[in-house]
């Protein structure tokens, strides 16, 4: 098996939705482009992703949606050294089809007290919904990593709330873990990085914005 050094995720850079949430109305989510401030949030982070992977190799995974794929083309990564493939189980949680703005703040809300996890959208899916099919594709990639030529370096384009439920899944976080924690803002990046003691460790936390409350001995 030849895991990989680091496993790297970023999330998209600012889309049309991220400042207008009456574009939803529409247009379907899968369709919405970067603003131009998101193609410069994705160039800058193309920066920093150069610079980490060198001429090494990359496997790149990407979401289905428009501003993933053009987040990861603004990354200016060589097209020689990457070998990149759409991946529809990072795509963002479906919060239904044709979005009514303020039923879906009424939502929200909803969610904010039910909690992000369990909470099911009308007509979408639940954030156990997304942790399942991230799941599915996790177990995916590691099976990728039986080729003795696999990339030192993994790089999946998704969205906020799919990062951190692969790092969820990757590091068995609880949910109350994962309830306390934020989502990266556009562009951001996290990696799970390949330690001495063979384990993959975060390189950074995501941002908690409250001290959770598990209910019993897992926490």
Known sequence: MSRPRRIVLIRHGESAGNID??????????????????????????????????????????????????????????PGRVRVREEPRLREQDWGNWQDPAEVRKQKVYRNAYGHFFYRFAQGESGADVYDRVGAFLESLWRSFEDPDHPPNVLLVTHGLTMRLFCMRWLHWTVAEFESLSNPGNGETRALVLGTDGRYHLDRPFERWYTPEPYGFTG
């Open 21 to 78: 949430d009456t574009v939803y109305e529409r247009e379907p989510d899968h369709a919405l482009s970067l603003t131009e401030r998101g193609r410069k949030q994705a160039r800058e982070a193309g920066v920093h992703l150069r610079e980490l992977f060198g001429d090494e190799r990359v496997s790149a995974y990407v979401s289905p949606y428009r501003r993933t794929h053009q987040t990861f083309h603004a990354l200016g990564l060589d």
